[in-house]
């Protein structure tokens, strides 16, 4: 089966730019989940969507991030303004929710530079 | 507080020697535990969960409620070996991990 598929894979902005990332995930997976990670951090989970509807978003820092997962398939980030400390790969995953399995299938990732 | 240490940043060992990766975990529920692996260039995948009891490429982990610990162990490490290891844990009934900081392993000829 195909993977998660992330665009674009690099992106460098300025401060105060907006950048927006782009999240196709497998086939059929339900479950879709957005993860920061800092270099040196483990992932930290931004947002998790079910469906086209939001399960948790408790830790997105909503004045400047949003998401969405429009019809429940494809889902975007975007950060707008962008700060130094945004500087992260982004990455998706999905996942299916049939009761008995919850592995995550990754992405490859964005990784964002912001300067 | 829902929390995963990996206090190593850095495991350094030669061929054939054995590895333990350490984990340890904060939760007051019970949880359900993994881990990770990311290979030089590839993208983060799943190793092993801890309620499937499984030897995955000849690694085990072994959830210990007392001492709240999930460490991963191999007893002979190969080169390809090398990546790096999270360890995560899922609470509750959520989809959600949470991940440690990762250690890096470096298998040595």
């Known amino acids: 089966e195909a993977g998660v598929a992330q665009s674009p894979r690099y992106k460098i902005i300025e401060k105060r730019q907006s950048v927006a990332f782009w999240c196709n995930p497998i086939?059929?997976?339900?479950?879709l989940y957005w993860y920061q990670q800092i270099l040196g951090q483990g992932p930290k989970l931004l947002i998790q969507?079910?469906?086209?509807?939001?399960?948790?978003d408790s830790q997105l820092p909503k004045d400047r991030f949003s998401a969405e997962r429009l019809k429940g398939v494809d889902s975007t980030l975007k950060i707008q303004p962008a700060k130094l400390e945004d500087s992260a790969v982004y990455l998706c995953?999905?996942?299916?929710?049939?009761?008995?399995?919850?592995?995550?299938?990754f992405g490859p990732g964005t990784r964002l530079t912001v300067t | 507080a829902q929390r995963v240490t990996q206090p190593e940043k850095l495991l350094s060992v030669f061929k054939g020697a054995p590895v333990e990766l350490k984990c340890n975990y904060s939760y007051s529920g019970s949880p359900e535990l993994f881990w990770y692996v990311q290979y030089s260039r590839q993208r983060l995948q799943l190793l092993l969960r801890h309620i499937s009891r499984e030897s995955i490429k000849g690694f085990t982990a072994d959830l210990n409620k007392g001492e709240t610990s999930f460490h991963l162990k191999k007893p002979f490490a190969q080169e390809e070996d090398s990546a790096m290891y999270y360890c995560?844990?899922?609470?509750?009934?959520?989809?959600?991990?949470?991940f440690g900081q990762g250690t890096t392993l470096q298998v040595k000829p």
């Open positions: 995953a999905s996942s299916a929710t049939d009761g008995s399995s919850y592995e995550q299938y």
């Open positions: 969507f079910q469906n086209n509807g939001v399960v948790d």
């Open positions: 995560a844990l899922r609470p509750g009934n959520t989809g959600k991990l949470i």
């Open positions: 086939s059929g997976h339900a479950t």
